[in-house]
């Protein structure tokens, strides 16, 4: 549809009848004259004649059709690609905005600051509403957060938002922001809908739309509700399809971010031992993240607030490197600490904070009776005294073994992540939670030792799913004890590095029952046998660590295994091997829902929490699978947490928080490749904000052809001037070729083209 912004210019049409007229005017009268000397050359001059004629009217029709074309272009013609009621303007507008707040959007670049970008570009959408236009905007973080859920026509309190709004510590996804912004349309009726998506065109988030296959998310402690474990997982919003997007939605997109990121930071790290004692040598292993040219960068190390080393590293064009830092002696206790690069684009994935916790001896927590952990308790610490304190018992150890004792009945879920390693004497049946928190406690790196006896059925482990083998029975074998020799099926494993056994030797037991397992589950091997290939000692890999299964209890009521030699070396063994298992996270992840239980225990009445900044930090109970836990909702600050005792004293290092690394890779996104990931082939790209705001004038007013027409004018008038040069080059007359004398007599000859 046609329209013109000044028509009182197409009156100059008028004006393309003054070549015609110049054209007329200029036509010289013929007057023939006989004159019988020069019939001869009337063929010539009939040739000649033709061809100024044909010159004159190509002259006339340029000269035309840039007098037409002139007054067109100031007559500004408009060429709608929109509806008549927005030709009349009748129509009412609703703007639906997915603003991207992921931390990537704080990228500055020299004078360029990407997040100011799109906030001008918001405010100057929003401000180009007319009265009666209605707006609403979604945040793209994690998920989708409604600032303005329902479409409203106070624009003004948008702006204010608008305006106020910083950006966010998360990773974006833009699918369920859009999605919501799409429902929010469907409202709309009769209005013309737009939705608007402001972004910094990383390639992040627009992966949502397509999620690509065999993600490597990293798992993360927060987000412990009903509905994900994992702030990076795909959430419950409906899967993307480009088909049931309604047509009458026109959508933009503005991708902001330059066109050349240059970012650098620390995206994960591993501590060497992962339980660390006092003053054992140590290092950390920092995973290093680059997008941009090949660099140099500093990469230093802080603890306690004290600089502990530095280095230099070269990053490869959009590559990585690893930065190994030597651990120097620490005291027994939790050290925050921090690695660090330097300055660039992004400040606020710099720094990568975690928490070293050194221990004075290894923590061990042994579940079961006096009686039942009695060989094993002694094992663990010989000649050491143990004292009961409440329902638990402590056993004061002069080797490298802190080790706990407590009751069946009472053991909780409480702080398990405090302890290397965890044995079950004779303790089955547990209660449900329980035995949940120790399968959980053996997803996150730590060691569970089972001890079978007397208190338990096959039927009560029938519930566990991290065990080894299911028993199907309990042989007893009479007054006869069976003699056994023990085999390691591997004596390279980890479980038995630095044990002492002579080449040929075979220790063995004299057992009276014995449990009898049924098929091998996923994930396990045997770790000793007895004679016939008999399993002995099961091993099965749970997450980060794993369960290890007797056949035998720890007492001398099913063998005399606690008495053997080879007792007391295998279960220090076992200790130093879970040793070298992931215990406690050194950190976290930002993410919502953070179950504080799992990362700190049971918390004392009125214990205080404090964010990095020091402000006191809400507790709330939190619905999970466990019930309703004391958690966080919101752990978006990254930085070192506190917690205090209503007893008062200093605040005392409680986790490390830290933002997902998955946002710093700033690989960009073409302007092609959006249509291709969303199957929009007509969304809109712009790269700016002032080509994004012609994209919407050219959508609501239309396309002005004005600029197109003078540039065709400029190319006619030289085509013109070509010509009329061309036409008007000095040639010969007819006479003067023929070389005709005053008295009539021609001497020469025409020329045939002429």
Known sequence: ????????????????????????????????VPFSTVRFLKLAQKRSSNRMRLENILLWLLRTLILLLLALAFAMPILRITSFRQLVGASRRDLAIVWDVSYSMDYVSGQKKVWAASRDTVVALIEGLRHGDRVCL??????????????????????????????????????????????????????????????????????SFSPISGSTAVTNRTDRTDTT????????????????????????????????????????LDIQPTLLMRDTPGQISVDLGHTGPEQTLTVSLTIDEQAASQRSVTLGKDGGAPCVFALPPLTPGTHPARIETSPDGIALDNIFYFLLRVHEKLPVLCVGTETDAFFLLHALNPGGAATTVASATTVASATTMNVQRVDPEAFTADRLSDYACIFLCNA?????????????????????????????TPADYANWTCLPAMPKAIIDFGADAQRQALRLVKRGDAIFQGMNIPPGTYPSVAATRELQWGKLGAESDVVITSDNDVPFL?????????????????DRRWSNLPLSPFFLPLVHQIVHYSAGQEQSEPFIWTGRNLALTEIMGALPPKTELFDPTGRPVPLRPLKTGQGNLLGIETCSRPGIYTSQSAAGGQPEPAFAVNVMRSESDLTRLGTADVPTLTGLSAIRVAESKDDLMQLVKELRIGRPLAEPLLWLVLLLSIAELFLANRAARKTRTLTEQLKIDMTGHVKGTAASGG
Request: negative net charge; proline residues 7%; hydrophobic residues 45%.
């Open 1 to 32: 549809m046609w329209s013109f912004l000044n028509p009182l210019f197409l009156s100059a049409l008028a004006a393309a009848m003054i070549p015609l007229v110049l054209h007329l005017w200029q036509r010289q009268r013929i007057v023939i």
């Open 229 to 268: 474990n994992n702030p990076m997982a795909p959430t419950a919003t409906p899967s993307w399809d480009a088909k049931s997007v309604d047509t009458d939605i026109s959508i933009f997109t503005v991708l902001l971010g330059v066109s050349s990121p240059d970012n650098a930071a620390p995206l994960n």
């Open 138 to 207: 979604f945040l793209a973080d994690d998920d989708v957060t409604p600032l303005i859920e329902q479409p409203t026509t106070d624009l003004e309190m948008v702006l204010s938002q608008v305006r106020a709004l910083e950006t966010g510590t998360t990773t974006s996804q833009l699918r369920p922001a859009v999605l919501a912004a799409l429902s929010a349309l469907k409202e709309s009726g009769k209005r013309e809908k737009e939705l608007f998506i402001i972004t910094d065109g990383q390639k992040l988030p627009w992966t």
């Open 538 to 554: 099961l091993r099965r890999k749970a997450g980060k660590g794993c369960v290890l299964f007797f056949s035998v209890s720890a």
């Open 428 to 456: 089955l049946p547990l209660a449900g939670q329980a035995m949940l928190a120790l399968e959980q406690y053996a997803q996150h790196g730590g060691v569970v030792v089972i001890f079978p006896g007397d208190r338990a």
